[in-house]
Nanobody, 123 residues
């Protein structure tokens, strides 16, 4: 099992910046890909950014050039630096971590979610 706890959300004005963090604990040795998702009121959850175990990153078109995902593996922590924030970025941001499949090491490909942290961008 993996526990994910997000922090760093809050309120900011348009054009401002925030950094959200996600601390992982528990069976972290199996974690491969990690990502940030967000869900705005009345909308479906969407992928914001993904970082693979080797460090490769991918971003939703809506945040490219403004958001940066990173991870500190020794600290088991995932980050999302958000710059030039817009009102449409307002959402609950949730962390996701996926176990790799490696049966000999007890890793079975399960995905885990945090509870999320609210980011509000006012105009």
């Amino acid at each position: 099992q993996v526990q994910l706890v997000e922090s760093g959300g809050g309120s900011v004005q348009t054009g401002g910046s925030l950094r959200v963090s996600c601390a992982a604990s528990g069976d972290t040795k199996c974690i491969s890909d990690m990502g940030w998702f967000r869900q705005a009121p009345g909308k479906e959850r969407e992928l914001v950014a993904l970082i693979e175990e080797g460090g490769s990153t991918n971003y939703a078109d809506s945040v490219k050039g403004r958001f940066t995902i990173s991870r500190d593996n020794p600290k088991n922590t995932l980050y999302l630096q958000m710059n030039s924030l817009k009102p449409e970025d307002t959402a609950v941001y949730s962390c996701n971590a996926r176990h790799r499949i490696d049966y000999f090491r007890g890793c079975y490909g399960k995905a885990y979610w945090g509870n999320g942290t609210l980011v509000t961008v006012s105009s």
